[in-house]
């Protein structure tokens, strides 16, 4: 499957569009700031998975275990605390 059929079937949006949003992002993961070309892989687009709404771009590390599907079922309060923690 072509990378552009890839992104229009599963998420509505064409190879420009994810483009775009890439330059929006300043060619970063949204959520660790690290840059595209840190990874051997494209970012993946991280969306809703009820709504099905885009919300930006992820590394895979930060997709799949920060805030994607896979987390921890207490990931929103895991992240606050460890907010917590480092400023304290």
Do not use: W
């Not at 229009?8 to 840059?35: H, M, N």
């Not at 969306?47 to 997709?63: A, E, K, T």
């Amino acid at each position: 499957m072509s990378r552009k059929y890839h992104l229009l079937k599963k998420f509505g949006i064409t190879t420009e569009q994810y483009d775009d949003l890439l330059r929006e992002q300043r060619g970063c993961c949204a959520v660790c700031s690290r840059p595209s070309t840190d990874f051997k892989s494209r970012l993946a687009v991280d969306h809703d998975h009820q709504s099905g709404v885009i919300r930006g771009l992820l590394c895979f590390n930060c997709n799949k275990y920060v805030v994607g599907r896979h987390r921890k079922d207490k990931g929103a309060e895991l992240l606050r605390s460890a907010y917590e923690y480092l400023i304290r």
